[in-house]
C-alpha cells in the first residue's frame, strides 16, 4: 500500500510535493462530468512522470491488434478511448524562466479534490533558480450541468519581487496515447482560428471520423479586477495559443480564466460544430468563472442528496466509499444510451476505455438505487442496441440461428478484445447481462422492457448456451468445455461451476419469460417470434433437457462447489502462505506457475452463490466461502466486494470490514500499486454495494426490500437512500436499531430479518 493521502470526510487532500507520486495522483485527482473527463495533469510545463489524459466519452479509435499469431474470428482491432485535444495548459515564463516545478525548488505544496463541490484546487509555493518566490494557486472543473465546460482559474502571485510574466494559454491537438500499439498518432488537424479572446481548434480521429472542436475563451484579471490586456494569438498545425505578457509588483496577484466548450460529432453536425463551441463558450463566458462555479456546486448537491452514503464513527471508511460514489457519478451520467461505463472511466488509458461485464454485474445496482429508471435502463439498452453485432460476434465462431455472444471489450458492440483466452473463453458474461436484465426488473418492477427489448435478448443468450454446451456420453450428463471463468488465473477448463450455473439459470429464466409473454401478451409473443424465427415448443426441448442434467461440478468430501472440473488436482495451499514480496503474484510470478496454482483473482464460485443467494442454505455458503476465500488473491478490483456481502451474510464481520476497506480504498492506498495506471471505476460501484448489501443486508426479494444488517463495531450508525419501484427512502441503521423514512410522505412496507414492517 501507499498511504500518502490525508483522511478526510469529504476531500482527497496531498500535502507536500511528491515526484515519485505523481502518477497516482494524476489519477486520483482525475475530474470528469460524463460527457468528458481528464487526469489531474499540471495546467504549466512538468518534466516529471506524467501521463497526460484527456477523453471524451464515446471518441475512440480501432488500434489494430498487435499479436504475433492470427485464429479465426480473432478480432482485429483493439478500441482504445483516445487521449483528446489538450485544453488545460497555461506554461508560464517568469524574467523569461520557464516555470517547472519538477526542476525547481518547492517550497510547499498542497492538492485538493474537494468531492462535495466537484472541485480540483491545487497550490504551490516555489523557489526560482535566483531566489525570486512565487506562489499560484490553481482551481478547474467540468461543469456537472454543462456538459461541454470546463473552467480553469489560475492565479499568479510574486511573493518577494516584481515580475515581468508571459502566460501562455493554449490548446494542444497534436497528442497521443501512451498506449498506442505502433505508436500512432490518432488525430488529424481540421482547422485551427483565434479571434480576439476566442480560440479554436478543429480535429478529427483518423478511421472513426470522429470531430471534435475545442474552443477556449481567455481573460485575465489583475488583483481581481478585469484588466484591458489582450491576448497575441498565434496559430500553428493543430496548436493554438493566446498570450498574455504582464508585469506584477510584489504581493500583486494576477488570475487567468480558461472557460472551454468541448464540442464533438457525435452530437452536432460538423457542419455547425464549430458554430455550436463558439455559442457555449460565449455563453459560459458570459456568465463568468463565479456563477458556473456555483451551478457546478449547486447541481453536485443536489447528486449527493440522492447518492451520499454517511458512515459515523470510521473517517476512513467514510472516505473511501465517497471518493467511489463520486467517480461513479462523473463517469456515467446515463444522458445517452450510446454511453456505457469503462474499467478505468476518464482516469487512465488502461483496458481502453470500453465496456466489459463490469457494467451488468457491478455496476447496475448503483444506478438502480441512486437514480431515476431511465439511467439503469439506457445501460441495458445499450446492450440491447448492440445484439445484432452480439449475433455476427457468435456467428464469427462458428454459432447459428441467432445465437448471441456479447463481447468482452466492445465500443461498438463489435468484440475487440485481444487475448484469446479472454475473448472466445470467458463466455460467462453473456450470463451477466441476462442476470442484469433479471435485476432491474426485479428492482423497478417495470416489466415492460422484459417485454419490448429484454426477452429478445434472452433468447439469444439461450441459443448460444444450447449451442456451447454437449452431451457426454461418458458422463451422461451436459457439459462445456474449454472456458474462462471469472476466476482469470485458470484458462481454457472445463466445467467452471459458475458459467454452468448461470448458462442453465438463463435457460430457465427465459423460459419463464417465453411463457409470461405468449400468456399475457400473445400478439406481441408472436410478433417477437416471427422477427426472431423461434418455434417455442421445438426449440426449447433441448433448453429443458440442459436445464435437467447439466454437470455442475461438486466434491463430495469437502461439500463443496468444485470451481471447475480437476480443481483439486492443484497444490492446495493459502494466500496466507505466501511470501509477502510474491504479492501480487500477477507481477512476480510466470503466467505458468499461476495457472498451475490454486489461488484464485476473484470471486468465482462466489460469484454465483451471490448471485443466486437465495437459492443456497446457508451452510452451503460457509462452506464453500471458507474453502475458497483463503484461495483467493483478490487482485481483481472486483473480488472484495463480492466476499464482504457473503462474509457479513455469515457474520465474519472482521473479514467483511477488512475486504471493505481493501475495496473503498483500493485505489486511494493503491493496494495493487497500479493506481498510476488509472482508478478502478467499475469496481467503485462493488463498493456500494459492499455497505448497502453487505453491511446493510439489503435484499430485494419477493417484490418488497429485505434488511438484515450488521455493522462493524467502529461504526456508530450507517445512513444511505435507495430508490425502489418509484419510491424514494432513507435507511439509517445504528447498532442494534434500524428506521427506514419515505421520502414522499406515505408509508412503506419493509422486511427486517424477515419480519414484516410498515413505516409510521
Not at 495522483?25 to 482525475?30: A, V
Not at 516555489?126 to 450541468?145: D, H, M, P, Q, T
Not at 460469484?607 to 484461495?631: A, H, L, T, V
Not at 419501484?725 to 445504528?734: A, D, L, P, W, Y
Request: proline fraction near 3%; include cysteine; glycine fraction near 6%.
Amino acid at each position: 500500500m501507499k498511504k500518502y493521502i490525508q483522511e478526510d470526510e469529504w476531500k482527497i487532500i496531498e500535502e507536500g510535493f511528491k515526484p515519485e507520486q505523481h502518477k497516482n495522483s494524476e489519477s486520483l485527482f482525475s475530474l470528469g462530468n460524463g460527457h468528458m473527463g481528464q487526469r489531474a495533469n499540471f495546467e504549466e510545463l512538468y518534466s516529471g512522470p506524467s501521463l497526460q489524459g484527456h477523453y471524451i466519452a464515446g471518441i475512440y479509435y480501432p488500434d489494430k491488434t498487435r499479436v504475433g499469431w492470427w485464429k479465426n474470428g480473432y478480432p482485429e482491432y483493439f478500441a482504445k478511448v483516445l487521449n483528446a485535444p489538450s485544453w488545460i495548459g497555461i506554461h508560464l515564463e517568469i524574467d523569461q524562466q520557464s516555470i517547472d516545478i519538477y526542476s525547481l525548488k518547492v517550497l510547499d505544496f498542497k492538492r485538493v479534490l474537494d468531492m462535495q463541490k466537484g472541485i480540483l484546487l491545487r497550490e504551490f509555493t516555489a523557489e526560482l533558480k535566483n531566489g525570486e518566490i512565487i506562489k499560484v494557486v490553481a482551481k478547474r472543473f467540468l461543469s456537472i450541468c454543462r456538459r461541454e465546460i470546463g473552467a480553469i482559474q489560475y492565479e499568479i502571485t510574486p511573493i518577494n519581487f516584481s515580475a515581468d510574466i508571459k502566460a501562455d494559454l493554449f490548446i494542444d491537438a497534436g497528442i497521443s496515447n501512451q498506449d498506442a500499439n505502433y505508436d500512432e498518432k490518432f488525430w488529424n488537424p481540421v482547422s485551427e482560428s483565434a479571434i480576439g479572446n476566442l480560440t479554436l481548434i478543429t480535429a478529427q480521429t483518423k478511421k472513426t471520423d470522429f470531430t471534435v472542436t475545442t474552443a477556449q475563451w481567455t481573460s485575465i484579471n489583475i488583483n481581481h479586477s478585469p484588466s484591458q490586456l489582450s491576448p497575441e494569438n498565434h496559430i500553428e498545425t493543430q496548436k493554438v495559443h493566446s498570450i498574455y505578457k504582464f508585469s506584477l509588483n510584489k504581493g500583486e496577484t494576477a488570475s487567468l480564466y480558461k472557460i472551454v466548450s468541448v464540442s464533438t460529432s457525435r452530437d452536432y453536425s460538423k457542419e455547425l460544430l464549430e458554430e455550436q463551441a463558439k455559442h457555449n463558450v460565449t455563453e459560459a463566458n458570459d456568465l463568468g468563472f463565479e456563477a458556473l462555479e456555483k451551478e457546478h456546486i449547486k447541481a453536485w448537491a443536489a447528486k449527493w442528496e440522492e447518492s451520499d452514503i454517511v458512515i459515523e464513527g470510521d473517517l476512513s471508511a467514510q472516505q473511501g466509499i465517497r471518493f467511489n460514489i463520486f467517480q461513479l457519478i462523473q463517469t456515467y451520467s446515463g444522458h445517452d444510451a450510446r454511453l456505457n461505463i469503462g474499467p478505468k472511466g476518464f482516469t487512465g488509458e488502461k483496458y481502453g476505455g470500453s465496456t466489459y461485464w463490469d457494467t451488468e454485474a457491478y455496476c447496475l445496482p448503483f444506478y438502480l438505487s441512486t437514480a431515476e429508471e431511465n439511467i439503469p435502463r439506457n445501460l441495458l439498452l445499450y446492450r440491447y442496441n448492440q445484439l445484432d453485432k452480439a449475433i455476427e460476434n457468435a456467428r464469427k465462431l462458428g454459432f447459428t440461428n441467432g445465437a448471441a455472444l456479447f463481447p468482452m471489450v466492445t465500443m461498438t458492440g463489435e468484440e475487440c478484445h485481444n487475448e484469446w483466452e479472454i475473448t472466445f473463453e470467458e463466455i460467462h458474461r453473456n450470463g451477466a447481462i441476462a442476470y442484469a436484465i433479471f435485476n432491474y426488473s426485479r428492482h423497478t418492477g417495470d416489466e415492460s422492457y422484459i417485454i419490448d427489448y429484454g426477452l429478445e435478448v434472452l433468447i439469444a443468450i439461450s441459443r448460444f448456451w444450447a449451442q456451447r454446451i454437449n452431451y457426454s456420453r461418458q458422463r451422461q450428463k451436459y457439459v462445456m468445455l474449454g472456458v474462462t471463468g471469472p476466476n482469470e488465473y485458470e484458462n481454457n477448463v472445463n466445467n467452471n461451476w459458475y458459467t454452468n450455473y448461470i448458462a442453465v439459470w438463463t435457460l430457465r429464466y427465459t423460459l419463464e419469460g417465453i411463457s409470461k409473454i405468449q400468456e399475457a401478451y400473445p400478439e406481441k409473443a408472436k410478433q417477437l417470434f416471427n422477427k426472431i424465427n423461434l418455434d417455442p415448443n421445438q426449440e426449447t426441448v433441448l433448453w429443458k433437457e440442459i436445464i435437467g442434467n447439466m454437470h455442475l461440478p461438486e466434491d463430495n468430501d469437502l461439500q463443496i462447489f468444485l470451481q471447475q472440473d480437476g480443481y483439486l488436482d492443484k497444490e492446495q495451499i493459502l494466500a496466507s502462505e505466501l511470501a509477502p514480496f510474491e504479492r501480487p503474484i500477477n507481477q512476480n510470478w510466470s503466467w505458468d506457475r499461476i495457472l498451475r496454482s490454486c489461488f484464485i483473482k476473484q470471486a468465482d464460485v462466489l460469484q454465483g452463490i451471490y448471485f443466486f443467494e437465495d437459492s443456497f442454505s446457508e451452510k452451503e455458503i460457509r462452506r464453500n466461502f471458507d474453502f475458497y476465500e483463503p484461495r483467493t488473491v483478490h487482485e481483481s478490483s472486483l473480488s472484495p466486494c463480492i466476499h464482504v456481502v457473503l462474509a457479513t451474510k455469515l457474520g465474519k464481520l472482521d473479514k467483511a470490514y477488512e475486504l471493505y476497506l481493501r475495496t473503498s480504498r483500493l485505489d486511494l492506498d493503491d493496494y495493487n500499486h497500479e493506481v498510476h495506471e488509472g482508478c478502478h471505476i467499475t469496481s467503485m460501484a462493488g463498493t456500494w454495494l459492499s455497505v448497502v448489501e453487505g453491511f446493510g443486508g439489503m435484499r430485494v426479494k419477493n417484490d418488497s426490500l429485505h434488511f438484515d444488517p450488521l455493522l462493524p463495531p467502529a461504526w456508530k450508525s450507517l445512513h444511505f437512500k435507495v430508490r425502489f419501484r418509484g419510491r424514494f427512502i432513507k435507511v439509517s441503521i445504528q447498532q442494534q436499531k434500524l428506521v427506514i423514512t419515505p421520502l414522499d410522505g406515505r408509508t412503506f412496507k419493509y422486511f427486517v430479518d424477515e419480519k414484516e414492517l410498515i413505516t409510521e
